[in-house]
């Protein structure tokens, strides 16, 4: 016989949409079968009852038989020994139908009872196994919701393990019933064939047994065949009790696993995330704006597939589009006082979804896998490594040098010739082309936030005049804007800052991108806080959005090198050269991200550092102010062409986004 379809005992605890979907097609077939068996039921029930009809009841009986192969079963696969069994038999039947007059006795027990039972004991039992897999089903969803909505307060412990023991008693006996509701349907798949063929196989021996003569007209061609069928049976009955016996023991397999199976976030501390996924499923809690202020949390399955996000409701045939994730941004986000929320952004900066997982292994992976997929690894021709070699040269990129030789090597190449009257640097002739320890000194620290939060700086000034904490005023602020011939504004947000050693080559500028985007994807560092850079003819000053106060500011004169990212052209870098009192000189690299393209700011600074220039020379300032167009207000208005193309307008003291 033909291997037969059934549910897998494993992906009952997962419970995922795809095993929904499957099992709906069971329940689809279970209910075929029951409306098929209550027919042939009333049909043998007809040829039991109807002695003086026999003729009649024979005949409906045949073509019963035949609608056998109509029923269009959604598991048929398998069945067509069963068909083309049951339509000889539909044959015999035509044949034996002058024959039959009393068969009362024999027909109800050989042909009417075994039917019965099929129909009490096995439909009626997946029908009970049913509803009680359904009452779990929906005791589960609610002890999922409840845990959902814990907060994050460390008082409330007693009540997470209350709540999180809830979860896993419901999960529990979802996955008991879930067990015992996949074997019935698995079963039924055998006992179909069986309970079929086997009233059959007692009605067509009945009928010879009881008429000599039909017995002389029939049994030498249908000795064989009834034996085949018997035989037919026998094996099916063997394929059931070895699936039982193994269903029983996998069952029993399934069900001694490990507590934490059930309970959400069982290892909190140290669990085993793996950073090199390019593909994730699993349930997330979508957020969902319901009006002005009031939103819910929905539990949906999602996955990923190629670069898209995907998200199944249950009793969803497929998926559907949520989000494309092709250069897409996540980080981690504060939601509600709900833990282990995060949030994707898209490429322009538009805020997408928020999601909550429901563990921290969940919560970690599915940023993880979300950014190896923004980067497009899946589109290599081997992912896999592709991912493992980024989080490998990541990991790289913020590891230290210890050896001491390696150390000497590094400083004997970056030695420098200078020469004294006419302030040329010359490398020397062992030194070559500078490689990144030459740029960036090995175990360099990073420092990820630059400015303090716009609340917290709040809170340090009450009751007073804001005090800069850079030492800065705003009213000096305020007078340089007005006097600067260039005020052009973007959105930023930082990244991160490192010491250099160099700021001959913006090769300095790629490699501190590259170490601080490494640094960040190791360490997990998601947030990033938002600031519009101002870029003038004098500074670049750094302004909270909220309270318009300047948290950093970089006099121009000291920028000496800045530069876009060569492929991610939002990413922006400059070197500041400091010299203190003492003499010591000191170089250190900013990265930030922009909303708009890094060369439109690249092209502010190189045109604020120009005006520097030419303010020391009339002509030269005049011959400036002629070349590039100039507002109302006598200032110049930058990346005009730009400007119309995108929308916006770049006047002096007005935030320029693209």
């Excluded at 004997?412 to 990144?436: C, F, R, W, Y």
Aim: aromatic residues 6%.
């Amino acid at each position: 016989m033909p291997a037969v379809d059934k549910l897998l005992l494993e992906e009952a605890l997962q419970d995922s949409p795809q095993t929904r979907s499957l099992l709906s097609v069971f329940e689809e077939d279970a209910g075929t079968l029951t409306e098929y068996t209550n027919q042939l039921l009333q049909a043998m029930q007809r040829v039991y009852g109807a002695q003086n009809e026999m003729c009649l009841a024979t005949q409906q009986l045949s073509k019963q038989l035949l609608a056998y192969e109509k029923q269009h079963f959604a598991l048929g696969k398998g069945d067509e020994e069963v068909i083309s069994t049951l339509h000889y038999f539909s044959k015999v039947v035509d044949e034996l139908n002058i024959l039959h007059s009393e068969l009362a006795k024999q027909l109800a027990d050989t042909m009417v009872l075994p039917i019965i039972q099929f129909r009490e004991k096995d439909l009626t039992e997946v029908s009970t196994l049913k509803d009680l897999f359904g009452l779990a089903s929906n005791e589960h969803d609610v002890s999922m919701a409840k845990y959902s909505r814990l907060p994050k307060r460390k008082e409330n412990e007693k009540l997470k393990a209350e709540v999180a023991k809830e979860v896993a008693n419901a999960r529990r006996k979802q996955h008991l019933s879930s067990l015992q509701y996949y074997c019935a349907l698995n079963a039924l798949q055998y006992r179909k064939r069986v309970a079929m063929m086997e009233p059959m196989l007692g009605y067509t021996r009945g009928q010879i047994s009881f008429f000599k003569k039909g017995a002389e007209m029939f049994s030498k061609r249908m000795d064989s065949f009834l034996s085949s069928v018997s035989d037919m049976v026998q094996s099916i009955q063997g394929e059931l009790d070895a699936e039982a016996e193994k269903m029983r023991i996998s069952q029993q397999d399934l069900i001694a696993v490990n507590e934490s199976v059930y309970t959400p976030d069982s290892d909190v501390i140290s669990p085993a995330i793996n950073r090199n996924l390019i593909q994730k499923a699993g349930y997330l809690n979508l957020r969902n704006k319901t009006g002005l202020v009031t939103t819910t949390w929905e539990r949906l399955y999602f996955f990923t597939q190629g670069g898209n996000l995907m998200c199944q409701p249950r009793g969803a045939v497929a998926g559907g589009l949520i989000q494309d994730l092709d250069n897409c941004s996540v980080m981690a986000v504060d939601c509600e006082d709900r833990r282990y929320c995060f949030q994707i952004t898209t490429p322009t900066g538009k805020v997408g979804i928020t999601l909550q997982a429901e563990s921290k292994k969940e919560y970690e992976e599915w940023i993880c896998a979300i950014n190896n997929i923004s980067r497009q690894i899946y589109l290599t021709d081997n992912p896999e490594a592709a991912a493992i070699k980024l989080n490998q040269t990541a990991l790289q990129a913020v590891t230290p040098i210890t050896s001491l030789g390696k150390k000497h090597e590094v400083q004997h190449l970056s030695q420098t010739v200078k020469n004294m009257e006419n302030d040329e640097v010359i490398p020397s002739g062992s030194a070559g082309i500078q490689d990144s320890t030459q740029l960036i000194a090995p175990g360099t620290p990073i420092q990820f936030d630059i400015v303090l939060p716009a609340m917290e700086f709040l809170d340090q000034n009450r009751g007073g005049r804001h005090a800069n904490p850079f030492g800065e005023s705003e009213d000096s602020s305020k007078d340089e804007e007005e006097d600067s011939l260039l005020q052009q504004m973007f959105v930023v947000r930082f990244l991160g800052s490192m010491a250099v050693q160099s700021d001959e080559t913006c090769e300095v500028i790629y490699e501190a991108m590259r170490q601080v985007l490494a640094a960040r994807a190791i360490h997990n560092i998601f947030r990033m806080t938002e600031s519009h850079l101002m870029v003038t003819s004098k500074n670049l000053r750094l302004i909270d959005p909220q309270t318009q106060v300047t948290r950093a500011s970089f006099e121009l004169t000291t920028v000496t090198q800045f530069a876009a990212h060569q492929e991610n052209g939002r990413l922006i870098g400059f070197v500041i050269h400091l010299s203190d009192t003492l003499g010591e000189e000191s170089m250190s690299a900013y990265v930030f991200e922009s909303n708009t393209e890094g060369e439109k700011i690249c092209y502010a600074i190189s045109l604020g550092k120009e005006i520097i220039e030419a303010q020391r020379d009339p002509e030269a300032l005049a011959q400036l102010m002629k070349s590039v167009p100039l507002t109302n207000d006598g200032k110049f208005m930058l990346l005009h062409d730009l400007s119309e193309e995108d929308g916006t307008m770049h006047e002096g003291g007005e935030e320029s986004e693209a």
